[in-house]
């Protein structure tokens, strides 16, 4: 489960997929990373440096007494899940470009989410509510994105 969670930090192991679909699948795989890193950008900053801050809830191993850490324990706060909402908001931007592999992009981001539970550092609200914010700014980003470049 640490490498799932590890998939999910930041995001940096989607935007290298993002970038190998964009060299191997051409046009359609640029728009995809021009699309999917935004989303990713966007929704990490304003999880990690705005909602985070706001609730400032303790992690389960700070909280509950004989609550099990596997790993790393991380410093910030624990909701929402920023491993999720990344992981969620690089899925649901390459599933609107990959709409046959969008079980795929789901499945992965959800293994991200369920590690974070097991490995101890979110509660299930924690991810959640991180997938469904990663997903809502991704959708409203690819859709600034796709707007702009209409405009050229």
Not at 45 to 58: A, C, D, L, S
Not at 83 to 93: L, W
Request: hydrophobic residues 45%; glycine residues 12%; aromatic residues 10%.
């Amino acid at each position: 489960m640490v490498w799932a969670s590890t998939l999910g930090l930041h995001g940096a192991a989607w935007v290298v997929a993002a970038l190998g679909m964009g060299a191997r699948d051409g046009r359609r795989g640029r728009a995809a990373a021009m699309e999917m890193i935004p989303a990713l950008l966007v929704t990490n900053t304003i999880v990690e440096r705005v909602v985070k801050g706001y609730f400032r809830r303790r992690r389960p191993f700070i909280t509950l007494v004989r609550a099990m850490v596997i790993g790393r324990k991380p410093g910030s706060w624990s909701f929402p899940s920023g491993h999720s909402a990344c992981s969620f908001a690089c899925a649901s931007a390459l599933a609107g470009r990959y709409k046959g592999a969008a079980g795929v992009f789901y499945a992965l981001a959800s293994l991200v989410g369920f590690s974070r539970v097991y490995l101890g550092h979110h509660y299930p609200m924690d991810v959640l509510s991180g997938a469904t914010l990663g997903t809502v700014i991704s959708r409203l980003v690819v859709q600034g994105v796709r707007k702009l470049r209409r405009r050229k």
